[in-house]
């Protein structure tokens, strides 16, 4: 950060006429005089608008500068092995090792030190960088310094930007509690680091609350901060049990598709999710190893292959073996784990058992604050991604022909069969959409975990639970069951661990299923019993 | 005389279609009782009700004037002597139809009971009477599945006489018989009515002509008529209902 | 009785079983040169637990039509309710010889045996478990099911969520029952050496016994008019109720029956391989199960226990071949049976029979 700080202050101070003999001149004269001379030569220094200006005070305030008695001129020393080794001030060219008595240390007092910080914070206060400037105020807001108060008062002043006048305030709030100053000066900073808020004020605040003057004030500002704080880390629980709730989304909205559409109970659907994983990291190899400019696209050329790949995938689990089973759930049941363990060992001898490592393109990383809650780009964006998912199969089951055919051969196959619909394409066309999908899902689950031939597995159970509980053939319920399920795992987190959560979300599962056999969202009636 | 089932004000609805609409009906015992209506008029609601598997939103079920139907699930009210048949013959496939018989035979249905049960001498001739009755003392080894649609019919029917009920509802028994076998069937249920009640639900009219007794119109969850076929098949509202769409 | 519960295929299997239950003690232990080895015994006492385990599905889901996809759950309960006396039967000779607390115990800083451990150093108190713990599960997971008249693939569901949810608690350390590790090292039972021929060939023997009483057990039910009634359930459960039975009683009867016979299963099954944890109750051990049965013959009980047998020892052969092998070979076995062998290995076995049989007159 100090580097980058002198850089910033080397290109500003370039430009003002400054001589830069007055600089070197009142380096020199360092080692003279007693403490006071030594402070009227700091502030020389820093009026001098040298650019080196800033490193020397900050050497001098750290006691690394030495009088060279042999070569007459100000040092640093620096610790190179056991040896410390001399370099010119001004140059920065090696003197050479130097013994203990070879060099005499300019020394500061407390006096003196506290005038350096406050004429270094003034420097950084009102460098022309506003970043620069940001930075400066929140050093000032954790050190608390309460030298840097005037300082930042003539900061204040000077500041043309809002969020860095705010900034200074709250700091200059900060120092004013550390200070002398009077009570009402205190009581109208805590009031300013009231109105800041954030997790670290009420610690700031913390070592006030047994002050005979400011107790009061500080212990309801507490409060409210944390009051305002409790909010915010439910926002941060809603955000994580969405973000969970996309995830489930995803795995269980193509089982809604087979299951609660086609009643066909898919056991190897967390497999097709894997492979939409695996197309995902096999794309990625593929861009890495020929062309790696594509890469932040990789996930964009994944999506549509993983849809085809698990959607062909389900077309031929339909074909071979699905469709001699209709009208026999719990035999299709057993015949789609069984084709769930071929696929799970086909892509373990293909990409070995261990598990691999999907890169995340630029969008996807990084993190952003919002008010008090960080969200991850890669969270957000599968949140959306899952969304998007959502309304586009509604779209296609409720807009298009293709979806009309769908309904029409799921309530009626042999009307629909009468009417001229080929309902053996239709069936494999609506096992292949739910497989594309978990394809899709398994692009998103390569962006927030690794891939492994198990990764179907972990989400097989949770994703029927999502369906049994938003009630089978309605996506809507599907999406209310993820979301739901999702909020109320992340909820259960903090008192219960992730572990027991689970278990708790389960067993509620397991007892709501009894309350209600057909889902939050079944229809109710005759016709759906028989 | 005490009615043997009565409904008064009875309602229920289903995501906001109203299957029964205020419907009040009494059966007398040993009356034999047809009730007619459209598809869709809530006969098969209305047995479900009867029979504790569905459970109306309003209006007062009672049987034998004492019980509460209302409160009670489908084993219960088969076990107070309602015995029902469905419209699609329901029987057991995987069971001969001698077992079918068997498991329907009025006996203790406690589950130890059932478990430690041993057929009597009395229970085994009890048996053949019915096959025979129905026809298919010679089927009696036979799995139900291989049976004839027709057959099926009658071995429900049979299974729902071992249980020996005080009430009957029968619901389209003609359906995929022959005429000969339509006929004998009404010549059936009006051997039994007297001794029993029945309820039969029909579309078909000679059927019902056969059984010559006292019918009900349903229309939208209420009754519309009540008397004899002749009557009820000359009334305006009847004949609207019937042939008007 | 005897007629009503020992059917043809009935008898020869026991027949079969009779023998082996004869022949293998007598070829480990008393003749010369071993004809058969120490770990066959060991490997065909397991079998025997798996083959009683499949006749505890069979019993549900061939007759009553209840497909459960967590019986491995009351298995593996059973299993720790064993295993929790063999390790109070380790006394002080564990690795850190704490004269009350089990090694993982002492790892994982116990001050006292917790609660539910107590008792578990009587070996009656311990079988009384094996029962009552899978059974009392099945009870109330059953009343709660059934009452609500859960069917079909929703009840297979929520039992699979079920076992997942048990597998979930029983990894947690905090249970107090070893967590990922689960419960091993076991020394003797009863007071009889593990590690010796003759516990082994005694194990074969109770393995082989309790196969037989469950498979009498379930025939005996099976048979009964409450047998009928069941597979009414199977066919037309609504006709049951209209004929004035309560199913869910039924069905809630032959589930806590058939869970306590898995519990048994599970109980002989830890002494005979010498651990028991958490894995035992994972889904996919669940499923497995499903296929013993499929693959014997669903319904028949003998063939639910022939088809266990011939999976697992399918398992020993191909994962000592060609370890890659054993899923696939698993996968397909699946995907086969339910397409091609509806009635399992036992119904082609006996159609294939009829077939070269002279057709004799049918009288009844």
Not at chain 1, 253 to 268: C, P, Q, R, Y
Not at chain 2, 177 to 190: G, I, S, V, Y
Not at chain 2, 214 to 222: A, D, F, I, N, P
Request: aromatic share 8%.
């Amino acid at each position: 950060m100090l580097k980058k700080l002198l850089i910033t202050i080397v290109l500003i101070v370039q430009g003002l006429a400054v001589s830069a003999q007055d600089f070197e001149a009142s380096v020199a004269q360092l080692p003279e005089g007693g403490y006071s001379d030594r402070a009227i030569i700091v502030h020389q220094i820093a009026d001098s608008g040298d650019d080196r200006a800033a490193v020397v005070l900050e050497l001098l305030l750290a006691g690394d500068l030495y009088f060279h008695k042999a070569e007459r001129i100000v040092v640093r020393l620096s610790e190179i092995g056991d040896d410390d080794v001399a370099f010119d001030l001004l140059t920065d060219a090696e003197i050479g090792i130097v013994g203990r008595r070879d060099a005499k240390k300019i020394k500061v007092n407390n006096g003196l030190r506290r005038e350096i910080r406050a004429v270094l914070g003034a420097m950084y206060l009102q460098n022309p960088d506003p970043d620069v400037r940001m930075e400066a105020a929140e050093a000032v807001y954790k050190s608390g310094d309460p030298d840097q108060i005037s300082a930042l008062d003539a900061a204040i002043v000077a500041e043309t930007d809002d969020d860095v006048a705010t900034a200074f305030r709250e700091a200059r709030a900060v120092a004013v509690l550390n200070s002398d100053l009077d009570v009402s000066e205190k009581l109208a900073a805590i009031v300013t680091l009231r109105e800041r808020g954030g997790r670290d004020v009420p610690g700031v605040l913390a070592a006030f609350t047994d002050d005979p003057d400011l107790g009061a004030a500080a212990t309801t500002a507490i409060t409210e901060i944390e009051d305002i704080q409790k909010l915010w880390n439910l926002g941060q629980n809603i955000w994580y049990g969405l973000s969970l709730g996309s995830v489930l989304l995803l795995a269980a909205i193509g089982l809604a598709i087979t299951f609660g559409v086609m009643g066909v109970i898919n056991m190897a659907h967390g497999e097709l999710v894997m492979l939409g994983a695996y197309t995902t990291f096999a794309v990625q190899e593929v861009i890495r190893n020929e062309f790696p400019q594509l890469f932040d696209y990789s996930l964009f050329i994944a999506a549509p292959l993983a849809f085809l790949v698990a959607g062909l995938v389900g077309v031929a689990i339909e074909r071979g073996v699905v469709r001699f089973l209709y009208g026999r759930p719990l035999e299709t049941l057993l015949a789609t784990w069984g084709i769930s363990l071929i696929l799970q060992q086909t892509v373990r001898s293909i990409f070995g058992p261990n598990n691999r490592e999907v890169g995340n393109p630029t969008f996807m990383s990084g993190a952003f604050e919002l008010g008090g809650m960080t969200i991850t780009y890669s969270r957000m964006w599968i949140l959306l991604f899952s969304l998007v998912v959502f309304a586009g199969l509604l779209l296609l089951l409720k807009r298009t022909s293709m979806g009309l055919r769908m309904r029409a051969v799921t309530q009626n196959r042999k009307m629909a069969a009468d009417m001229g619909i080929n309902t053996g394409w239709v069936d494999a066309m609506t096992f292949g959409l739910g497989a594309g999908v978990a394809g899709l899902a398994g692009v998103a689950l390569s962006q927030i975990g690794n891939v492994s031939p198990n990764l179907g597995q972990g989400y097989i159970v949770d994703s029927f639970m999502v369906v049994v509980f938003g009630g089978a053939g309605n996506l809507w319920g599907a999406l209310a069951g993820a979301f739901s399920l999702g909020i109320a795992n992340k909820f259960l987190e903090p008192f219960a661990g992730a572990v027991l959560a689970k278990i708790i979300v389960l067993i509620f599962i397991i007892l709501f299923i009894q309350k209600r056999p057909r889902g939050l969202f079944a229809l109710k009636g005759r016709a759906v019993e028989n | 005389m005490t009615s043997q089932l009565y409904l008064s004000g009875v309602s229920c609805s289903f995501d906001g279609f109203k299957a029964i609409n205020n419907l009040s009906m009494v059966i007398q015992k040993g009356e034999l009782h047809a009730v007619i209506g459209p598809n869709g008029a809530g006969k098969t609601t209305m047995m479900d009700i009867i029979t504790g598997k569905t459970r109306p939103d309003e209006g007062e079920v009672f049987w034998n004037e004492t019980v509460d139907l209302t409160k009670i699930d489908e084993a219960g009210s088969a076990q107070l002597g309602i015995g029902r048949k469905f419209q699609k013959p329901t029987v057991f496939e995987t069971l001969t139809v001698e077992d079918n018989i068997a498991i329907a035979l009025k006996a203790d249905r406690g589950v130890l009971a059932t478990l430690f049960d041993r057929q009597t001498k009395k229970q085994a001739k009890k048996i053949t009477e019915l096959l025979e009755l129905v026809r298919l003392n010679d089927d009696r080894a036979r799995m139900a599945a291989d049976l004839s649609h027709g057959q099926k019919q009658w071995l429900e029917i049979g299974m729902l006489l071992a249980q020996d009920p005080e009430l009957l509802l029968v619901d389209e028994p003609a359906a995929g018989m022959t005429d000969a076998e339509t006929m004998r069937t009404a010549d059936l249920l009006k051997s039994i009515a007297g001794e029993r009640s029945v309820v039969v639900v029909e579309h078909d009219m000679e059927f019902v002509r056969a059984l010559n007794c006292k019918v009900t119109v349903l229309h939208q969850g209420s009754v519309l008529a009540e008397g004899t076929l002749d009557h009820v098949s000359a009334m305006p509202e009847v004949i609207e209902v019937y042939l008007g769409r | 009785m005897f007629n009503r519960l020992i059917d043809r295929r009935m008898g020869i299997f026991l027949f079969g079983l009779f023998v082996l239950t004869v022949a293998v003690p007598v070829g480990n232990l008393a003749m010369s040169g071993q004809p058969v080895p120490s770990y066959a015994v060991a490997l065909m006492a397991k079998y025997l637990c798996y083959a009683l385990l499949a006749v505890s599905l069979d019993l549900v889901w061939g007759f009553a039509g209840i497909l459960s996809l967590g019986h491995g759950a009351f298995f593996a309960l059973g299993g720790y309710a064993m295993g929790m006396h063999l390790m109070r039967e380790i006394g002080p000779r564990g690795v850190y010889g704490d004269p009350l607390l089990p090694d993982f115990m002492v790892f994982l800083n116990y001050d006292a045996l917790p609660w539910f451990w107590l008792g578990f150093d009587n070996f009656l108190f311990a079988v009384l478990m094996v029962v009552l713990v899978p059974g009392l599960l099945a009870f109330v997971f059953g009343w709660l099911a059934f009452r609500s008249r859960v069917t079909g693939v929703y009840l297979s569901i929520i039992t699979q969520a079920m076992t997942y949810a048990l597998m979930l608690t029983f990894f947690r350390n905090e249970l107090g029952l070893g967590g990922n590790n689960g419960l091993t090292d076991f020394k003797d039972v009863l007071g009889f050496n593990l590690q010796t021929d003759s516990t082994r060939a005694g194990l074969f023997v109770i393995a082989a016994t309790a196969l037989t009483a469950g498979l009498l057990i379930s025939r005996f039910i099976t048979t009964s008019k409450l047998g009928k009634v069941l597979v009414g359930v199977r066919d037309a459960e609504s006709r049951t109720r209209f004929i004035g039975y309560r199913v869910e009683g039924f069905k809630l009867f032959v589930f806590v029956i058939s869970a306590m016979m898995a519990g048994v299963a599970g109980a002989i099954y830890t002494p005979v391989v010498g651990i028991i944890n958490p894995g035992e109750f994972s889904p996919a051990n669940s499923i497995e199960i499903v296929i013993w049965v499929a693959l014997g013959g669903r319904g028949t009980l003998v063939g639910a226990a022939i088809g266990a047998i011939i999976v697992a020892l399918a398992k020993t052969l191909l994962t000592g071949w060609i370890p890659e092998i054993w899923l696939f070979a698993l996968g397909g076995m699946f995907v086969l049976v339910t397409l091609f062998l509806p009635h399992g290995v036992l119904g082609a076995v006996e159609n294939t029979l009829n077939k070269f049989r002279p057709k004799k007159e049918t009288t009844v």
